[in-house]
């Protein structure tokens, strides 16, 4: 499939800590993301060697796509892809979508955990079936406190 001027459409790609399903079933993203700050704080008795830097440990976020039909019908593949710092991509992960015309389409809402490490830009890559529809950021900061007792 030829994404055209004609559809599919790409109404929202974010990163968020959540998305709410209202009572009436509109979506409310809550505090989108695109750079996650890991802090730690190390404090050091006496004169004493500085640890190595703490592992830090996995974060829950989420994923959310909103695509609109358009003309196009059918169902097709979204695809997903994370590319680390390194450049290292995974396997991308295939979601099916059913597009019916017009104002319909797809909302994913897909939680995810990422441990942010290593430190550095992360771009999480969409696709509609094999064309890139967009790329989203997500920039993980490492920052170390440390105190001298």
């Known amino acids: 499939m ?8 790409l109404t929202a790609a974010l990163i968020c800590e959540r998305v709410l399903i209202e009572k009436d079933d509109v979506l409310s993203p809550i505090r989108i993301i695109d750079r996650l700050i890991n802090q ?6 006496g004169g004493a060697p500085t640890p190595p830097e703490p592992e830090p440990d996995p974060v829950t976020l989420t994923l959310f796509i909103s695509l609109k039909s358009g003309k196009a019908r ?12 390194s450049g290292i991509k995974s ?11 017009e104002d319909k389409g797809a909302n994913l809402i897909l939680p995810f955990r990422i441990k942010p490490d290593p430190e550095g830009l992360y771009w999480f890559h969409i696709l509609l079936d094999d064309e890139l ?3 989203i950021p ?6 170390r406190s ?4």
Do not use: C, M
Not at 40 to 45: D, E
Not at 74 to 85: D, S, Y
């Open 40 to 45: 730690t704080l190390t404090i050091i008795a």
């Open 74 to 85: 059918g169902t097709h593949q979204v695809k997903i892809a994370l590319e680390q710092p």
């Open 91 to 101: 396997r991308p992960q295939e979601l099916p979508v059913l597009f019916e015309g």
């Open 138 to 143: 997500l920039r993980v900061i490492h920052q």
């Open 2 to 9: 030829s994404i055209s001027q004609d559809g599919p459409y």
């Open 146 to 149: 440390i105190i001298n007792q």
């Open 133 to 135: 529809l967009t790329r």
